[in-house]
């Protein structure tokens, strides 16, 4: 298994921009890909991008295309995802996550075995 801290995330108006962090330790991080989940009050959680093991193949939600990027630095063990052009519908808790890489498959909180503790982004109108 691998423990994993999220940060970086606050309060920023609709058009804004974030980034938030994931800092991995307890086991190797490039065995596994790393995904963002987000869940809003009253919600599911659900699938927001996944950036392979190697860095090299990433995928999102189609409600973020264009406007967030995924990405990792294994040398830090570290995942990241700029978070852009930010609108209110965006606000929740935002979760990494490790798991499988599976391309362009549908994603859900069951496939990933590895949870962080979550960071809160709010976004104003």
């Known amino acids: 298994q691998v423990q994993l801290v999220e940060s970086g995330g606050g309060l920023v108006q609709a058009g804004g921009s974030l980034r938030v962090s994931c800092a991995a330790s307890?086991?190797?991080?490039?065995?596994?890909?790393m995904g963002w989940f987000r869940q809003a009050p009253g919600k599911e959680r659900v699938f927001v991008a996944i950036?392979?093991?190697?860095?090299?193949?990433?995928y999102y939600a189609d409600s973020v295309k264009g406007r967030f990027t995924i990405s990792r630095d294994n040398a830090k063990r570290t995942a990241y995802l700029q978070m852009n052009s930010l609108k209110p519908e965006d606000t929740a808790v935002y979760y990494c996550?490790?798991?499988?890489?599976?391309?362009?498959?549908?994603?859900?909180?069951?496939?990933?075995?590895?949870w962080g503790q979550g960071t809160q982004v709010t976004v104003s109108s």
């Open positions: 996550a490790a798991g499988p890489y599976r391309g362009s498959a549908y994603y859900t909180p069951a496939d990933f075995h590895s």
């Open positions: 307890g086991s190797t991080l490039t065995t596994y890909a």
């Open positions: 950036i392979s093991g190697s860095g090299g193949s990433t």
